[in-house]
């Protein structure tokens, strides 16, 4: 069985953009190349990926991963090497858990005790959320309300669904992108016609705001880095997409 580079990005986790880095400097070549110019992997290159995400994992260079894995050609035997370092590594970093909770168990013993602190901005780490809602709530205030009201009505489970979807549905764009299908082919207005019922179910965008969501995925770098994730110049592509869709299907 074949995967294509945008299905093993999505079950490891590794963007496609890391994928092709990987085929270029011969740590990971894909089995073959298609006739549509898609890279394709077979399960001895899965293994060899999970082998450099272990040793990448482990503080391992790119070179030195390289070195380890082509110094072990027998598969079974690698995994047991880097088996064995990975229970190392276990220990170790339960000695270093064990170190802070003796800390933490001291300090909470000791209330007037003064903590100097090195890092402060430490103190606001998993804040982004919350920074997300304030410049929406600032930037589209009705859009924002109804947003709100939409997901006090949902599930954790609902939640995480819809992120799938969403994951998913970039990952068939990059396919359509990869493939060099235009933005105004039915088979992609198709796909974006489920973003917009997906975006409609928070609020209700009309041509121009919709317009504007495609161009903020290109602008502004927290939107963009998700779908480098994927591939390169996906974000342009979706946005074209998003504009030739507003144009021929909305109003304002």
């Given at each position: 069985?074949?995967?294509?580079?945008?299905?093993v990005?999505?079950?490891?986790?590794?963007?496609?953009?890391t994928?092709?880095?990987y085929?270029?400097?011969?740590?990971?070549?894909?089995?073959?190349?298609?006739?549509?110019?898609?890279?394709?992997?077979?399960?001895?290159?899965?293994?060899?990926l999970?082998?450099i995400?272990?040793?990448?994992?482990?503080?391992?260079?790119?070179?030195?991963?390289?070195e380890?894995?082509?110094?072990?050609?027998?598969?079974?035997?690698?995994?047991?090497?880097?088996?064995?370092r990975?229970?190392?590594?276990?220990?170790?970093l339960?000695?270093?858990?064990?170190?802070?909770?003796?800390?933490?168990a001291?300090?909470?013993?000791?209330?007037q005790?003064?903590?100097?602190?090195?890092?402060?901005?430490?103190?606001?780490?998993g804040?982004?959320e919350?920074?997300?809602?304030?410049e929406?709530?600032?930037?589209?205030?009705?859009?924002?309300?109804?947003?709100?009201?939409?997901?006090?009505?949902?599930?954790?489970?609902?939640?995480?669904?819809?992120?799938?979807?969403?994951?998913?549905?970039?990952?068939?764009?990059?396919?359509?992108?990869?493939?060099?299908t235009?933005?105004?082919d039915?088979?992609?207005?198709?796909?974006?016609?489920q973003?917009?019922?997906?975006?409609?179910?928070?609020?209700?965008?009309?041509?121009?705001?919709?317009?504007c969501?495609?161009?903020?995925?290109?602008?502004?770098?927290?939107?963009?880095a998700?779908?480098?994730?994927?591939?390169?110049?996906l974000a342009e592509?979706?946005?074209?997409?998003?504009?030739?869709?507003?144009?021929?299907?909305?109003t304002?």
């Amino acid at each position: 069985m074949s995967w294509s580079i945008a299905q093993v990005a999505r079950m490891s986790g590794v963007t496609a953009r890391t994928l092709r880095h990987y085929d270029d400097i011969g740590l990971l070549k894909p089995d073959h190349v298609g006739a549509n110019g898609y890279r394709y992997y077979e399960e001895a290159q899965l293994l060899r990926l999970q082998q450099i995400l272990v040793l990448r994992e482990l503080g391992l260079g790119l070179s030195e991963i390289a070195e380890a894995i082509d110094s072990e050609p027998d598969t079974i035997v690698a995994l047991r090497r880097q088996y064995g370092r990975l229970l190392v590594e276990r220990d170790r970093l339960s000695r270093v858990a064990e170190t802070v909770r003796r800390t933490i168990a001291e300090l909470e013993g000791k209330p007037q005790m003064s903590v100097h602190i090195n890092r402060p901005e430490n103190l606001f780490e998993g804040f982004e959320e919350s920074q997300y809602e304030d410049e929406a709530r600032e930037r589209w205030p009705e859009e924002f309300e109804q947003a709100q009201a939409k997901r006090a009505t949902m599930t954790e489970e609902d939640l995480e669904r819809w992120q799938r979807e969403a994951t998913a549905a970039m990952i068939r764009m990059a396919e359509f992108m990869a493939a060099g299908t235009p933005v105004d082919d039915p088979a992609v207005q198709d796909e974006v016609h489920q973003h917009y019922q997906g975006i409609c179910i928070w609020w209700t965008p009309n041509r121009s705001a919709y317009k504007c969501v495609g161009q903020m995925y290109v602008d502004d770098e927290r939107f963009k880095a998700n779908y480098l994730k994927i591939a390169e110049g996906l974000a342009e592509y979706q946005a074209a997409a998003m504009a030739a869709y507003a144009d021929a299907r909305l109003t304002d």
